[in-house]
């Protein structure tokens, strides 16, 4: 570990400076499970919930908490994001869905707190979408699944998560 840069010399919170790093391509990818009862899986896949097409509509949501995390987040700083996707995918139990995002850029620090931050929100669309037919919905396992770029180099989770 380097030394943690977020504390001053007297204790107080900082933003890091980045002004001399240099910019370089940078990607995150982050997965995080919403569980529900099958029946909700199924209603969101066959788009058949009352309020709209929640995956749909949780892939713009992730997006848009990606572009903003800047604001949600202290001494995060604000990113010119150059892509951002949003994907879901039905796990292998009947009441599990998968949501996965992407965050890319070139620039002098890394994207994975817009990752994170996109399938949070992504994760927290679904469930006020469908929260009328299935308040049991859990949101879990939101995880770093890798990152490249940048002078610390590539991560790549080795444990099994979310496989």
Not at 17 to 29: F, L, Q, Y
Request: with cysteine; proline share 3%.
């Amino acid at each position: 570990m380097t030394e943690f840069t977020h504390i001053g010399d007297k204790g107080e919170v900082r933003m890091v400076d980045v002004t001399e790093k240099d910019a370089t391509v940078r990607e995150a990818v982050a997965r995080g499970v919403v569980t529900m009862a099958p029946a909700t899986r199924e209603k969101i896949m066959n788009r058949t919930m009352k309020k709209g097409n929640v995956l749909e509509t949780a892939r713009i949501a992730g997006v848009m908490g990606a572009k903003q995390t800047a604001s949600l987040i202290p001494m995060c700083h604000p990113l010119n994001l150059t892509h951002v996707a949003v994907d879901f995918t039905p796990g292998a139990e009947s009441g599990v869905l998968i949501i996965e995002a992407c965050a890319r850029l070139a620039g002098p620090t890394g994207v994975e707190m817009e990752a994170l931050t996109a399938v949070s929100v992504a994760a927290l669309t679904i469930y006020d979408m469908c929260k009328a037919v299935d308040r049991g919905m859990t949101i879990s396992r939101i995880a770093l699944i890798k990152k490249s770029g940048g002078k610390s180099g590539a991560f790549i989770r080795d444990d099994e998560i979310l496989d």
